[in-house]
């Protein structure tokens, strides 16, 4: 129980981190952070993010943006949340929601198809 309220507020709080601008790292600007998995001691966070494009230079910019950042994430959500140890925070792109877009796309193609 207590490793999904960590979870929940990690995401409610790197949430609220990007969509107030407290990090000014344009590569993140459009960052929709998905999940959040902290491993049972604490200590390490995996952060799934959606990005609006699907290029891939996107991708790896908002990558990139968060590794630059990642000390000052840690440090805002050390500051936010109550724990003994802040979690170091992996970055990693959820495809997901692409795929359930390029599902739905071609739900409509053969929807399409039916009725032609």
Same mark, same amino acid.
């Given at each position: 129980?207590?490793?999904?309220?960590?979870?929940?507020?990690?995401?409610?709080?790197?949430?609220?981190?990007?969509?107030?601008?407290?990090?000014?790292?344009? &590569?993140?600007?459009? %960052? @929709?952070?998905? =999940?959040?998995?902290? =491993?049972? !001691?604490?200590?390490? =966070?995996? %952060?799934?993010? =959606?990005?609006?494009?699907?290029?891939?230079?996107?991708?790896?910019?908002?990558? #990139?943006?968060?590794?630059?950042? &990642?000390?000052?994430? &840690? &440090?805002?959500?050390?500051?936010?949340?109550?724990?003994?140890?802040?979690? +170091?925070? +992996?970055?990693?792109?959820?495809?997901?929601?692409?795929? #359930? #877009? !390029?599902?739905?796309?071609?739900?409509?193609?053969?929807?399409?198809?039916? @009725? #032609?």
């Amino acid at each position: 129980m207590r490793i999904e309220k960590v979870n929940s507020t990690i995401k409610r709080e790197l949430g609220m981190i990007l969509q107030y601008g407290e990090i000014s790292d344009p &590569r993140i600007s459009f %960052v @929709t952070i998905m =999940s959040v998995e902290t =491993s049972k !001691d604490l200590q390490h =966070s995996k %952060v799934k993010f =959606s990005i609006l494009s699907d290029d891939p230079k996107d991708i790896e910019a908002a990558l #990139a943006g968060f590794e630059s950042c &990642r000390g000052h994430i &840690r &440090r805002l959500i050390g500051q936010r949340v109550e724990l003994r140890y802040t979690p +170091q925070f +992996q970055f990693i792109y959820d495809k997901s929601v692409k795929y #359930a #877009a !390029d599902v739905d796309k071609t739900l409509e193609e053969i929807k399409k198809l039916k @009725t #032609a």
